[in-house]
């Protein structure tokens, strides 16, 4: 596996409660993704980033943020977790624009 | 209208079969496309890498752009019961920064 870990692997939380997925990289990629799979929906972006302190909105953005103060870690926030928010979350990097793209192993998020 | 399209199957195969699994995009501006194989509960692990038109072969997989109709497939030969996964294809959109997919297509293949 290219050198991405996702944590936490597994969470179970709480409506309405903060939470941080955390994606940590050793390539030294300048891309890196957060995305949510969902049966029926494959593979949907949530925030991408270009560089530190550079993010940008995905299709599903909406109650999600993302952090990146340095080159090796990518933080996806849920400001207040929803049961819509029960997923799978992937982590993807890649060197360049354009380029092979590689991913974590996922955290599987349950809300209650 | 998605920018990436993919039939979700699910697609029973035999074993030895031919398989063809297929994309179609919707802006001609695209020029990198990808596979990748999804085992349950596992990650997705990069197939195939491909740039602009034509075709690309790695062993029993062959990736195949067709600009013209704006078509994307995957072919595997010899397919064996191991290949049974989710297979999503893949481009750049948003001037090649944002890595979209496909829905990813479900293949079973029976001994």
């Known amino acids: 596996d290219a050198g991405i870990t996702q944590s936490p692997r597994h969470k179970v939380t709480e409506t309405g409660t903060p939470v941080t997925l955390r994606c940590h990289q050793t390539e030294n990629h300048r891309y890196m993704y957060w995305y949510r799979q969902d049966p029926g929906h494959g593979l949907r972006l949530i925030h991408y980033s270009y560089g530190v302190k550079d993010t940008d909105k995905g299709e599903v953005s909406d109650g999600y943020s993302v952090s990146r103060s340095k080159t090796e870690d990518f933080l996806l926030t849920l400001e207040s977790a929803t049961s819509s928010q029960t997923s799978v979350y992937f982590c993807a990097i890649s060197d360049r624009q354009g380029t092979e793209a590689f991913f974590g192993q996922g955290t599987r998020l349950t809300v209650v | 209208q998605k920018e990436v399209e993919q039939d979700p199957g699910p697609l029973s195969v035999p074993e030895g079969a031919i398989v063809s699994l297929n994309c179609t995009y919707s802006n001609s501006a695209f020029q990198y496309f990808m596979w990748y194989r999804q085992y349950s509960r596992k990650g997705p692990e990069l197939l195939m890498y491909?740039?602009?038109?034509g075709n690309k072969e790695d062993g029993r997989f062959t990736a195949q752009v067709d600009k013209s109709s704006k078509y994307i497939s995957l072919f595997i030969r010899d397919s064996q019961p191991s290949d049974s996964a989710t297979y999503l294809c893949a481009t750049y959109s948003g001037g090649y920064n944002k890595l979209i997919f496909g829905a990813g297509t479900r293949l079973a293949v029976h001994p």
């Open positions: 491909t740039y602009s038109s």
